[in-house]
């Protein structure tokens, strides 16, 4: 079984929203859960309903949420989960405090698609409403978003498809959950 | 290895501050993890710290906490990890909830011990601010406490010595994780 011989790790997925986060993040978690590792999706708008309730979109405020996710996904991790984390988290800091305070493998994912894509996309009309003025604090719009410097995997969603990004992130996480088999897995 | 074929589990601690949940499920804790069973300790001080920053202690804000104790438990539980959770979490539907919506075993710990008790341990010096007029909402004082009804374990720590209290919680939780080998276990 392969769950009783992989280590956890957090594959932390960030950009602007509408880059294709959520879409890759849950295909590699499909994919994980398939073959019986044991992993977890911990989406941004969803972990905010759930433990960051009442935070807003300022900087101190997407910090403190930073900071929680990060809390959850390193306690799933070091018990040999695979937390797949889809949140912008805009801040470089922030998600180099979790990297540096956490015990497993941290994978950063660059989702990087130009904010002119992700505006025509534009699945939740965020940027819509920013444009109209009925939105503030809008990541790429009015609030800032700093990218990796040097993420594992950089996958621009603008320029290949979804299964090219997925197959991006397995070949780089399977080696380190199973590094007997993970050729063969990324194969299949 | 007993951390493989056990599945995970809610153990959730409850009773006034001072009752002694903290001392008991950390010796609960230091068992587990020493025969290598995945276990993870949930304080209610420390989690308020992590993922509840921010909320106060009314009814609305202590429900709220409550039900994240029970998100962040639950992901934990349903990947294998015994989760000891210690918490005074006064109101029974808030507890109720979180055995209703988990999956997994849900073990409530009733840890009993009267105020009288509690207020004379008071090691955090609580209760004498709360006589004192400088602290509100404290459970047992101004705050109200709904004692389980029919809690799976009930620890009156003002009657036993915390050994006793530990092979209760022990003798309950061990079956369900090996059912093989629990009693040549609790028997160590």
């Known amino acids: 079984m392969i769950s009783e011989t992989c280590g ?8 602007l929203s509408a ?9 590699v978690f499909e994919y994980l859960v398939a073959r019986g590792i044991k992993a ?12 960051s309730r ?7 405020d997407r910090e403190e949420n930073n900071r929680r996710i990060g809390f959850v996904a390193n306690l799933l991790a070091r018990n040999g989960v695979v937390v797949l984390v889809s949140a912008i988290s805009p801040y ?16 950063e994912v660059y989702v990087s698609a130009p904010l002119d894509v992700c505006e025509r996309r534009d699945p939740k009309g965020l940027y819509r ?6 939105l503030r604090q809008v990541t790429g719009i009015d609030g800032p978003y700093e990218p990796p410097i040097a993420p594992e995997i950089t996958c621009p969603t603008h320029e290949e498809p979804v299964e090219t990004s997925v197959d991006r992130v397995l070949r780089v996480l399977l080696p380190w959950l199973v590094p007997q088999s993970a050729s063969s897995l990324a194969d299949q």
């Open 8 to 15: 956890g790790a957090i594959v932390w997925f960030t950009d």
């Open 19 to 27: 880059a294709g986060k959520s879409t890759i993040a849950s295909c």
């Open 40 to 51: 977890e999706l911990l989406d941004g708008d969803v972990v905010r309903q759930r433990i």
């Open 54 to 60: 009442g935070l807003g979109f300022s900087r101190e």
């Open 92 to 107: 470089r800091e922030g998600r180099d405090e979790v990297r540096r305070k956490t015990c497993v493998s941290f994978v």
């Open 129 to 134: 409403r920013a444009r109209a003025g009925e």
